[in-house]
């Protein structure tokens, strides 16, 4: 069994028997599993309803997340 981060993202969500085929099908990291859309699930070979709406939502969080990461930023300037 793969023991990366997408593992532990599906063990999370109480899937982790899609880790495999995730990693199978190019979807190895985060970055990569912001991106899945039902066409990809189909691929997968995610077929469960519930499953899918698990995926969806979790994904809809990953991205929710990156966008209230997204006014961060840090420099190294003195502050005014």
Known sequence: MC???VYEWLKTLQLPQYAESFVDNGYDDLE???QIGDPDLDAIGVAVPHHR???HEAVRRLK???ERA???YFTLEPPP
């Open 3 to 5: 023991t990366n981060i």
């Open 32 to 34: 990569v599993c912001k």
């Open 53 to 55: 709406r698990r995926i």
């Open 64 to 66: 929710d997340a990156d």
């Open 70 to 72: 997204a006014g961060l």
